[in-house]
Every structure is written in structure tokens, then in C-alpha cells.
């Protein structure tokens, strides 16, 4: 499909479920969240109906993610059943890591290809710190295992934030050395119900110049990398990428649409503008119906989004919530 400025829109990212079994500083409060209730989430019949049409009209790569979607009971055969869809080419999941490490394996049989681990630090005290009580080891013994049963790549997210991860940088970028992980350093967007982290926004290439002091770097070419710029150390295994969604926007690029675990098409994170598909669904729309609907949500996705850093002094609580539209 194609949106009101040229862009062909063939991504789409689907959250499943706005819970989440971690409660990181910067996304969600600790506690007093307003949670959708069971009825107002799709069931997964009712996904797998909205993203087959969407595979008819030309999306081909569906990332899945939540809130944290390893939660959502019986994913496993929800994700089989989805990359078993006419036009599914590409089906991956975005995850904090706690679940994986038993569920790794099945995940992979069920037809994901690719798997996003969100990890801000290598210690676990400080991991438990920011996620406020997660235990670090399950993570990293997920990341192990996703890297053991066949993901290939396995990325790791690291938010970068100053004061909180800075002095951890380097070491990421020393885990590619000898892990075959491509790590992304990925801005703080001014979006969620969390702790305001205005004053611990670092721009992209902040990161990529303190890398740039550890030796040779090249620029590489990664599959699926979509917006993130990627480099590599000499002789490493795997690679680095940052991905500057704030400081230099990538709009004019952008091939992405959002639906959320109640059913709203949301052709942009920082927009306010969604298109209702879980009534459209629930009335008994048909399929033209629903891909009238799809084409509306696509002629208003905006040219870009108006985001700046958060400023200081400013809180992060926002309409649009990262938890519930996916990340
Ligand atoms: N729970 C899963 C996880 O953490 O990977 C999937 C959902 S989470 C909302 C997706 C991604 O969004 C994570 O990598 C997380 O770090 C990132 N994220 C959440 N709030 C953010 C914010 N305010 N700015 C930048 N990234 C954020
Ligand atoms: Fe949960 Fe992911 Fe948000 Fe952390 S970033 S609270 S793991 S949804």
C-alpha cells in the first residue's frame, strides 16, 4: 500500500497485550497502570483476521510485541498460526527476555524468524534497578538460548540513557566481539506512563562517537535493519547500530503501521489519530470493509512525526502509551 506521500507500507506491528511482567522506569508507572480488560482485547481469531487482510494488501513483515507478548497465554500457536498467513514473509517478536529461555525453541518452530531482545544493562543489580525487581539472568540465559536454537539475527535494544547506562556502551559493543548479536542503541522518545528520563536523553551519534574511540569501526549492512544505522569492530561477530528516531528523524523511510491489542490501527507513534477496526470487526464488517479501513488508516499516516527530545523538567506521561502501541 502505498500512503499520501509515496511510502510503500508493508510493516506492521502488532501488539498483543498492554501487560508486562517487568516495570521499567521510563515505560510504565509502578503501579496504578490502567490495564484494557479481557473483552476490549482482540482475541487472537480476531488478529489473525485484521492481519490476514493486511497481507493481502502487501504488508509482509509482522513484528509482534506487547507490553510484553510472551505474557499473552497461548502466543505460541498464535504466532504458528499467523506465519502460516498467505504473504506473512517475515514474522518476528519484540521481547524483554524473561520468558524466553523456555520458550525459545517452540518459538522458533512456530515460524519466527527474528527475535528483538530489550536488555539497558549488562549488571544485574542495575537491571533490577531500571525494570524494578527483574531478574537479569533470566534475560541473559533467554538471549543465550535464542542465539543457541537458530535466531539469526538476535538484536539487542538498549535504551540509552545518560547517567543510568553510559559507562556501559563500550562493554555492549564488546559483547559482538564474540556474540554473533546485533546491538541497538535506541533513543528515549518522549512517550509512556513511566518516570520522566527527559534529562538522560542522549542523541545517537553521542553513542556512536564514544564507540567510534574504541577502534576501526565500519559501516555494515544488516538484514531488516530498517532504520538503524549499523558499524562493526574489527573481527567482531556481530554488530552495532544506533537508531536516532528523535535527533534525526527517519519519517520520509517510514513503512510502518501499528495495531493495538484492542483493535485500533494507529498509522503513527506520536499521532493521535487511529482508526477503529475492533468495532469494524466485532459489527461484522466484511472484508471490504475492512480494507477500506486499512486504507483510510494509511492516507493519514502524517509525512512525519513533531517529536522532540523530552525537555527538561517535563514529564514523559503521554497519551501515547509504548506499552500499548508496541515500541
Ligand atoms: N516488553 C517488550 C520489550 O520490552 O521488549 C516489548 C514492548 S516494549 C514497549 C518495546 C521497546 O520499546 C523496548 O525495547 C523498550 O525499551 C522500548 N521503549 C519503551 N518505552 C520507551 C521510550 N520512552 N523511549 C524509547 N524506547 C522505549
Ligand atoms: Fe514491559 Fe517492555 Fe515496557 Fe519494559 S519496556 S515495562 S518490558 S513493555
Redesign the pocket.
Known amino acids: 500500500m502505498k500512503d499520501a506521500w509515496g511510502r510503500e507500507i508493508d510493516y506492521m506491528r502488532v501488539s498483543i497485550t498492554d501487560r508486562?511482567n517487568?516495570r521499567?522506569r521510563?515505560?510504565m508507572p509502578e503501579s496504578g497502570l490502567e490495564m484494557k480488560c479481557h473483552e476490549d482485547i482482540l482475541s487472537y481469531e480476531e488478529m489473525l483476521e485484521i492481519l490476514s487482510v493486511a497481507a493481502s494488501l502487501g504488508f509482509r513483515h509482522f513484528r509482534v510485541?506487547?507490553?510484553?507478548?510472551l505474557v499473552r497465554r497461548n502466543v505460541v500457536s498464535f504466532l504458528e498460526r499467523l506465519s502460516h498467513v498467505p504473504g506473512v514473509d517475515d514474522l518476528s517478536i519484540?521481547?524483554?527476555g524473561i520468558l524466553l529461555f523456555d520458550m525459545a525453541e517452540d518459538l522458533k518452530k512456530a515460524g519466527v524468524h527474528r527475535v528483538?531482545?530489550?536488555l539497558?544493562t549488562l549488571r544485574p543489580a542495575r537491571f533490577a534497578e531500571i525494570t524494578r525487581g527483574g531478574d537479569w539472568r533470566r534475560v541473559w540465559m533467554g538471549l543465550e538460548r535464542a542465539i543457541e536454537v537458530g535466531f539469526d539475527p538476535v538484536k539487542i535494544?538498549v535504551?540509552a540513557a545518560r547517567g543510568i547506562n553510559d559507562d556501559e556502551w563500550e562493554d555492549f559493543a564488546r559483547l559482538t566481539l564474540h556474540m554473533p548479536v546485533h546491538v541497538r542503541f535506541?533513543?528515549?522518545?518522549?512517550?509512556?506512563q513511566?518516570e520522566s528520563w527527559a534529562d538522560r536523553f542522549v542523541p545517537a551519534r553521542e553513542v556512536l562517537g564514544t564507540l567510534m574511540r574504541m577502534g576501526e569501526i565500519r559501516p555494515v549492512h544488516v538484514a531488516g535493519s530498517g532504520p538503524a544505522q549499523y558499524v562493526r569492530l574489527d573481527g567482531a561477530k556481530g554488530s552495532i547500530g544506533v537508531i536516532s528516531a528523535i535527533s534525526q528523524h527517519f519519517c520520509s523511510d517510514c513503512n510502518r503501521m501499528r495495531l493495538t491489542a484492542d483493535g485500533k490501527l494507529s498509522p503513527c507513534l506520536a499521532s493521535g489519530e487511529e482508526v477503529d477496526l475492533s468495532s469494524a470487526i466485532r459489527g461484522g464488517a466484511d472484508r471490504e470493509e475492512l480494507i477500506a479501513l486499512f486504507e483510510r488508516a494509511v492516507l493519514i499516516k502524517p509525512a512525519r512525526h513533531c517529536m522532540e527530545p523530552c525537555k527538561k523538567g517535563e514529564g514523559?506521561v503521554s497519551e501515547r502509551k509504548?506499552?500499548r502501541l508496541?515500541?
Open positions: 508486562c517487568l521499567c521510563y515505560c510485541t506487547g507490553g510484553e507478548p519484540t521481547t524483554n528483538n531482545i530489550s539497558d535494544n535504551v535506541i533513543e528515549i522518545m518522549p512517550l509512556g513511566g514523559m509504548m506499552y508496541g515500541g
